[in-house]
């Protein structure tokens, strides 16, 4: 038996690089320091029915099994018989695999988009308009003293992110969960706001009304009524006071403020409530990214194309629309007539709409895993496992690169995504050669 130290989990934004994994020949016995979500993500490499053995090639209805050669050549077909083609998911792969998918996208002129669109994307667009002020997560768990989740229940969605990071963690100018207070803003009760110091429960669509108070309020200026959003003021006068007064405070907010009535327009009144925080002590702000790598993929989408998301190359140059070149509203208004996924699972998560019209127009998957897009798509590449059988680089939700490890042997015949889009682009240079 042999034991792997530091090994990066790969499945949410912390990307947690303290993992202990035990192997024999090459295969997985335990994993020591995971969370129940690391530990169902490793145990995936365990299971064989959730796999396919070989490529699969659907034609009218009838599946057969393929070599990767022949898939390859099928997909490439598919993909430049279509008048718009669409590649979409990449949160849950590498960068390097990223950066080919931007290539060809634009060698297709296809558009590419990420999960980020359905949920993140706001955040995005909030940094874009107000820009923010962020640190790592290692000097939040070294200085911060006062922590806000807001929108958010890291307790069930990144179980690590309290006591690696923020509350719990002895620092090295912080002693631990006495030295530190915990607000959690959320309607609901939820795990994380049992431990909270103070649990603020604004009225459903009421976080952009509460942030812009508590900014009037840091600001030295007064609100009309005794209640905002159904939050008692004078709470928030007490928790805009203690705001100001945090040596170190940290705002970490998630989908229940980017997904939520008014959207980036929340997100843009929580950076503004950091900004107008820094004239009196030192704050950050922070979303919380949920796959491991769909913060790298904005990276990557970025440097490539000066865009983080949603990028249209139809016209042969990046274009930048979101809420129209995205992928739920493409497809849904009747945009694009073909599909490539790379590590997502759209007919699972779209809305049921745009499920269907997934499921009616010629699709290739690139996936470990079965889904249900897979199940539906016309041509199915299995790959290895990014961060597992396969390594690369992702990065965390503070904007730090990590390394992913191969930790196991992949399945016998099973490629890398990186080779299957690298043999994709190949075919696709040749086609454009003439």
Known sequence: MKVLRDVTCPFCGCLCDDIRVTVEDGQLVE????????????????????RHATPVIRIDGDSRPASYEEAM?????????????????????CCEAQKLGVELAEMLGASIDDTSSICHGPS?????????????????????????????????????????????????????REERKLVVVDPRRTTTSRIADLHLQPDLGGDFEVLNALRVMVNGGEVWGSEIAGIPAEELHQMAEEMKKAEFGALFFGLGLSMSRGRHRNVEAALQLVRDLNRHTKWIVMAMRGHYNVAGFNEVCAWETGYPFSVDFTRGYPRYNPGETSAVDLIRD???????????????????????????????????????????ADVVMPTQIAGIETPGTAYRMDGVPIELNQVVNPPEGLISDREVLTGLLERQRRLDLG
């Open 31 to 50: 994993i020591h320091n995971g969370c129940a979500l690391s530990q169902a993500r490793f145990g995936e490499v365990k299971r064989d029915d959730n």
């Open 73 to 93: 050549d099928h997909s490439i077909e598919l993909l430049n018989q279509a008048d718009h083609p669409l590649l979409y998911g990449w949160a849950n792969t």
């Open 124 to 176: 995005t667009l909030g940094i874009q308009d107000t820009g923010y002020v962020s640190a790592t997560l290692g000097t939040v768990k070294n200085r911060a003293d006062f922590l806000i989740y807001w929108g958010c229940n890291p307790f069930h969605a990144h179980p690590r992110h309290i006591s690696r990071y923020t509350v719990f963690p002895r620092g090295y100018f912080r002693g631990g």
């Open 334 to 376: 009747h945009e694009v007539d073909a599909m490539m996924t790379v590590a997502a699972d759209p007919v699972a998560h779209l809305p049921a709409s745009v499920a269907r019209e997934i499921r009616s127009m010629p699709t290739v998957a690139i996936d470990p895993f079965r889904t249900l897009t897979t199940e539906a």
